[in-house]
């Protein structure tokens, strides 16, 4: 199928906390419980349209789902470089999930950019807070085509990619130990695009966590943010056939559409993936 734009992702957090079932989830809309820890990384696609002018625009989102063990940490920092977008996962009902945040936050960035001088976390970030309250905010964070995102104080740029927190297993709630408002406020803190709280098992929210992320992306492309072509595809994002002129013009359809993707399974040693240990993009 041609689009206009591909997207590059990343699923990072620690071992356990959904990352495998919420690409599962997205990309064939279905959930296996038995779902083993990612060896490595996964791969999986997905065809989505999202709303532009005068038409929508139809955009591949490429998703990395990366190893939470820290046996293979190294082999999933490969995967990191380029990317447009992170999705940082962490179990609402495993605090030390969401206290490895941080870390994984920095290893994004400094992974991710490396070209960039390493961004140090806030240091008013306090994710050890144990303010339990089970305030469960059901605001779906929709992002809209205008140039603010839905939570104030949160940015979508850190040196052009978008970061999001989610928070996942939501259909756990009565075994909740992170409140909502802790994770809005380490969002917020560390200038995160916005925070979300998920459940791949149900697949609430999944498809908003996703197509949201895509929108904020597409709409800082549109209004000259990010240059999406063959020589700027470092930051994760690639013009397809539509944006090259050798399909037309395209973007028939419905915004937030989509058509169907697909996961598979990498080999543990990126060279053997192409691109040099990295994404093919």
Same mark, same amino acid.
């Given at each position: 199928?041609?689009?206009?734009?591909?997207f590059?992702?990343? /699923?990072?957090?620690?071992?356990? /906390? #959904?990352?495998? +079932?919420?690409?599962?989830?997205?990309?064939?809309?279905?959930?296996?419980?038995?779902?083993?820890?990612?060896?490595?990384?996964?791969f999986?696609?997905?065809?989505?349209?999202?709303?532009? @002018?005068?038409?929508?625009?139809?955009?591949?989102?490429?998703?990395?789902?990366?190893?939470?063990?820290?046996?293979?940490?190294?082999?999933?920092?490969?995967?990191?470089? #380029?990317?447009?977008?992170?999705? *940082?996962?962490?179990?609402?009902?495993?605090?030390?999930?969401?206290?490895? +945040?941080?870390?994984?936050?920095n290893?994004?960035?400094? !992974?991710c950019?490396?070209?960039?001088?390493?961004?140090? *976390?806030?240091?008013?970030?306090?994710?050890?807070?144990?303010?339990n309250?089970n305030?469960?905010?059901?605001?779906?964070?929709?992002?809209?085509?205008?140039?603010?995102?839905?939570?104030?104080?949160?940015?979508?740029?850190?040196? #052009?990619?978008?970061?999001? *927190?989610?928070?996942?297993? *939501?259909?756990?709630?009565? !075994?909740? !130990? =992170?409140?909502y408002?802790e994770?809005?406020?380490?969002?917020?803190?560390?200038?995160?695009?916005?925070?979300?709280?998920?459940?791949?098992?149900?697949?609430?929210?999944?498809?908003?966590?996703?197509?949201?992320?895509? !929108?904020?992306?597409?709409?800082?492309?549109e209004?000259?943010?990010?240059?999406?072509?063959?020589?700027?595809?470092?930051?994760?994002? @690639?013009?397809?056939?539509?944006? @090259?002129?050798?399909?037309?013009?395209?973007?028939?359809?419905?915004?937030? #559409?989509?058509?169907?993707?697909?996961? =598979?399974?990498?080999?543990?040693?990126?060279?053997?993936?192409?691109?040099?240990?990295? +994404?093919?993009?």
């Open positions: 199928m041609a689009y206009h734009y591909q590059k992702y990343i /699923v990072i957090g620690n071992s356990g /906390v #959904g990352k495998s +079932c919420l690409l599962l989830q997205f990309t064939d809309n279905r959930f296996d419980s038995r779902n083993e820890s990612t060896i490595g990384v996964e999986g696609t997905r065809t989505i349209q999202l709303k532009s @002018k005068p038409k929508p625009k139809t955009v591949k989102l490429q998703i990395w789902d990366t190893a939470g063990q820290e046996t293979f940490r190294s082999i999933a920092r490969s995967y990191y470089r #380029g990317s447009a977008c992170v999705l *940082l996962v962490y179990d609402i009902t495993r605090r030390n999930t969401f206290q490895a +945040c941080s870390e994984w936050l290893d994004a960035l400094s !992974q950019n490396a070209s960039h001088n390493k961004i140090h *976390l806030n240091n008013n970030s306090n994710v050890s807070n144990h303010n309250s305030n469960n905010n059901n605001n779906s964070n929709n992002i809209n085509n205008n140039n603010n995102n839905s939570n104030s104080g949160m940015s979508d740029n850190h040196h #052009g990619m978008t970061i999001i *927190l989610i928070g996942n297993k *939501l259909d756990l709630e009565r !075994q909740r !130990q =992170v409140s408002e994770g809005e406020r380490f969002a917020k803190q560390n200038n995160l695009a916005y925070f979300m709280e998920t459940s791949a098992k149900t697949s609430e929210k999944v498809e908003a966590a996703f197509i949201n992320s895509a !929108q904020i992306i597409l709409n800082r492309i209004r000259g943010d990010l240059v999406a072509d063959d020589v700027h595809a470092s930051n994760g994002i @690639k013009s397809g056939d539509y944006m @090259k002129g050798l399909n037309g013009n395209g973007g028939s359809g419905g915004a937030n #559409g989509s058509s169907s993707g697909g996961l =598979v399974k990498i080999d543990q040693n990126p060279s053997n993936n192409g691109g040099g240990g990295g +994404c093919p993009c």
